[in-house]
């Protein structure tokens, strides 16, 4: 083999070397776009599972009805004369939204959805519990319930033009997720938080 058809053969393999190189970084690029796809889809779902789970829990019987009582009775009612049991509530409705307000932080959860549904009455609940909150942290230290007082600062800088009086209907109602994540088929294929969910309630108590 000559000099000349010796370089005309490596340029080749070269250029060969070349593509193939250059089609296994495509292959792998492309291959890298689909995981990260699959990535996102799978954190989009678990969002919205851990929603799901959220809004589930934000209309358990219990809690609507402790949230129902700060709205209607305690934000009218002198803190000096709340019964124990009175405050017990409160803090079942504080506790809750302390809940929405760590998975947020956390972007377990979209903020939006919790904030643009509950946050009239997440005012309201946190302004009608103001002297209890207070003297929870007192006892308990400023990060009980840090993570509500969070939340209802980021409701104040959303809501700020949004009427109040709103939440009223929000203690006997779902908005609609009620019905739509209660529906058999979508609860079977979103697995809600329950154990996680319960022991963040503990410890926001």
């Given amino acids: ?3 000349g058809t010796y370089n005309i053969v490596s340029v080749i393999l070269i250029s060969l070397t070349l593509v193939a190189g250059i089609a296994t970084v495509i292959v792998y690029f492309n ?12 954190q989009e779902t678990l969002r919205a599972q851990n929603l799901a789970g959220l809004i589930q829990y934000l209309q358990e019987p219990d809690v609507r009805d402790a949230r129902n009582m700060v709205l209607t009775t305690l934000r009218d009612k002198d803190y000096s004369e709340w019964s124990d049991k009175e405050k017990q509530e409160a803090s079942t409705a504080c506790a ?10 956390l972007g377990r959860v979209d903020r939006d959805v919790i904030v643009e549904n509950w946050g009239p009455s997440i005012t309201l609940v946190c302004d009608a519990c103001e ?6 942290q007192k006892q308990s230290g400023q990060k009980y319930w840090d993570a509500l007082l969070w939340l209802h600062k980021e409701v104040k800088g959303v809501t ?5 009086c709103r939440c ?9 997720f009620q019905e739509t994540y209660r529906e058999p088929g979508l609860q079977r294929r979103l697995p809600l938080l329950g154990a996680h969910l319960l022991r963040i309630h503990e410890e926001a108590h």
Avoid: C, W
């Fill in 168 to 176: 009223l209907s929000l203690s006997r109602t779902s908005l609609g």
């Fill in 1 to 3: 083999m000559n000099t």
């Fill in 31 to 42: 291959q890298l776009r689909v995981m990260q796809r699959r990535v996102e889809t799978m």
């Fill in 160 to 164: 700020s033009d949004h009427d109040p």
């Fill in 131 to 136: 002297k209890l909150i207070a003297e929870r």
């Fill in 96 to 105: 809750a939204y302390g809940v929405a307000g760590v998975l947020i932080r």
